[in-house]
């Protein structure tokens, strides 16, 4: 069995400074995300694709290490509601998204706070200066999106890249 990956591309947020979705009241409806979604081009999943793997970074100035930012991953089927999987907090570490600034950092820890996916979502390679990762199993949806949320990084952002086992 191999494992294709493609390469990583641009999570463009939902909403930076959003608030978080209201899953208990409207919020919880295909037009609030899908219109949001087609506004920042939320990526259409591959077909091809069983899983993803997704990265988060952030900036703060100059003193970026440590400072966190709050994420709330959502996904849906084509003609079905928003779903929410999960939510959590990002804290950003030493590396460099682009190492002339130093500005940008990567995340290197990925906590989850709360998760009511089919598969269990637990981070890899977090809190240790080097860059935690979120695999998400996809379990058949057609489009995946972060809502992203600064409470201590001036910008949010985040990257995915879908993997298959073939």
């Known amino acids: 069995m191999a494992t294709k990956q493609a390469e990583y591309l641009t999570l463009k947020p939902l909403g930076v400074d959003d608030t978080a979705i209201d899953w208990a009241g409207t919020d919880q409806t295909t037009d609030r995300v899908e219109d949001k979604g087609e506004t920042v081009d939320a990526p259409k999943i591959p077909v091809w694709a069983d899983a993803a793997v997704i990265i988060m970074h952030g900036e703060h100035g100059s003193a970026a290490e440590n400072k966190t930012m709050a994420w709330e991953l959502v996904g849906w089927r084509y003609g079905g509601p928003a779903e929410y999987l999960a939510h959590g907090t990002a804290i950003l570490g030493t590396q460099a998204v682009v190492a002339a600034t130093q500005t940008e950092l ?3 820890t990925i906590a989850i706070t709360g998760q009511a996916w089919l598969g269990v979502l637990s981070p890899v390679d977090s809190g240790n200066d080097r860059i935690a990762k979120l695999p998400v199993d996809l379990y ?8 992203m949320q600064k409470t201590t990084t001036t910008t949010t952002g985040a990257k995915i890249a879908f993997i298959a086992e073939i």
């Open 106 to 108: 990567w995340a290197d």
């Open 140 to 147: 058949g949806l057609s489009h995946i999106a972060l809502v």
